[in-house]
């Protein structure tokens, strides 16, 4: 009975990771206080590797000409790190998909500057397009929780590079950033969010680690966990900062970020076409899924739910910009464009001074509804971390 016991757990457990797309058991599993449940996996065994371009990758451990980045101070700022646990060294956590039923759909996700024509995405965003050659951006923006109810909706605020376009099919991106996606994640939380295609969104690209692809290296962030800590409304912002750039000596996309600038991982030149040497845009803001599928006017919030000209502590920002263009060095941002085509919904304005640069404020209240009310989850353990922070 023990044994027959033993070996049903075995095979459930193996559902599980062949849904990751490796047959792997976790050397341990963390059980978060919001539900989750995070995976610690050895890192040779993560999905990455079942990439064609990468079954002889050899991992790079450490971009050791990343600029000003912090090695081992990380203060755990996600929420599965409540319960003081972390992953050993040498795994990393992977966030367990409760629900196998409800595979992670392509979503028609199209990037708006090469292509106007697509349905419910929504944005406010800032870029620089045309460039000759773009090897990195960085940026610190803070956290909200804007209200997205219809399920199928989605309010995301993150930073994209690209090459190649949408209508030749060859559109590269890697992204990433915050999002509320409550049919993905089943709550109202913002979580991690990472993003990339190698084909204009159309076979390759995938959220987080759901695609071989990304190769991650931090043992203490997990993408698609939920942030621990929120800005509230002429409250104490909480900033992030989000940094991705091109490594010269592997070539790799290396991802940092955290409330301290640390690497956590990064997308293979090789995985890429028109993105594998180079990009020509950087975006920076907002998007809405907004489909109204119920016909019932949901809400579906941007930044913190507040039109970008109510400014400091109510709107949300993208502060201190800074781009990597023609050599690998992260400097100011001169100038910048701005797109919102949904100005009722959503907008974004430019603002400067000494402590942001030359930075922007985007957001807005979507589709109106009387009795929304502003969103705000802010757990205790935010509340110690920015203690501990201070
Ligand atoms: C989604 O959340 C609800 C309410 O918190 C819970 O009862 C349900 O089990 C969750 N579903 C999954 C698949 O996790
Ligand atoms: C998308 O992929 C399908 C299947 O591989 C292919 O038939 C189609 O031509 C592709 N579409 C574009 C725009 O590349
Ligand atoms: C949502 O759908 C309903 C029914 O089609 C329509 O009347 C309403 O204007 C739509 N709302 C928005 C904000 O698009
Ligand atoms: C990189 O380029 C910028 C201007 O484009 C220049 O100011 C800077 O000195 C360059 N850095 C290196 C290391 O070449």
Not at 196 to 208: E, I, L, M, S, V
Not at 219 to 226: E, F, L, N, Q, R
Not at 236 to 263: C, E, R, Y
Request: charged share 15%; proline share 6%; hydrophobic share 35%.
């Amino acid at each position: 009975m023990e044994i027959f016991n033993s070996l049903m757990m075995l095979l459930i457990m193996g559902q599980f990771f062949i849904q990751l797309g490796v047959s792997v058991i976790p050397v341990s599993t963390i059980y978060s206080p919001d539900g989750d449940m995070i995976d610690c996996i050895n890192r040779a065994d993560q999905p990455a590797f079942n990439h064609p371009l990468l079954q002889n990758h050899i991992i790079q451990e450490y971009p050791t000409g990343m600029p000003q980045i912090e090695r081992d101070v990380q203060k755990n700022w996600q929420i599965w790190h409540e319960t003081g646990e972390n992953c050993p060294a040498g795994t990393i956590p992977i966030r367990r998909d409760l629900d196998p039923k409800v595979p992670h759909k392509k979503q028609p996700k199209v990037h708006e500057v090469t292509n106007k024509a697509t349905t419910g995405h929504k944005y406010a965003i800032a870029y620089m397009q045309n460039r000759q050659k773009v090897y990195g951006t960085r940026v610190t923006l803070n956290v909200w929780t804007p209200i997205v109810e219809s399920s199928f909706d989605f309010s995301l605020a993150q930073i994209w590079l690209a090459s190649g376009s949408y209508e030749t099919a060859d559109l590269n991106t890697v992204e990433a950033g915050w999002q509320v996606f409550r049919s993905r994640y089943n709550d109202s939380q913002p979580r991690l969010f990472t993003y990339w295609t190698a084909d204009g969104y159309n076979n390759t690209g995938c959220y987080g680690l759901d695609r071989p692809g990304f190769v991650q290296t931090s043992s203490t962030i997990a993408i698609g966990a939920a942030i621990g800590c929120t800005s509230t409304f002429v409250g104490t912002p909480f900033d992030m900062t989000l940094q991705i750039w091109k490594d010269p000596f592997s070539g790799h996309w290396w991802l940092a970020l955290g409330p301290n600038i640390v690497p956590i991982g990064y997308w293979p030149a090789t995985i890429f076409t028109t993105l594998s040497d180079h990009a020509t845009t950087v975006e920076w803001g907002g998007e809405v899924l907004y489909r109204n599928l119920s016909g019932a006017n949901t809400v579906a919030q941007m930044g913190s739910g507040e039109y970008a000209d109510k400014g400091y502590g109510k709107a949300a920002y993208f502060c201190n910009l800074k781009v990597a263009e023609n050599n690998h060095t992260l400097l100011p941002v001169q100038d910048f464009s701005l797109r919102d085509d949904y100005p009722k919904y959503y907008t974004v304005k430019k603002s400067s001074n000494r402590n942001c640069g030359n930075h922007f404020y985007f957001g807005g209240p979507g589709p109106q509804r009387s009795g929304a009310v502003r969103g705000t989850v802010v757990s205790a353990f935010c509340l110690v971390f920015v203690f501990y922070f201070i």
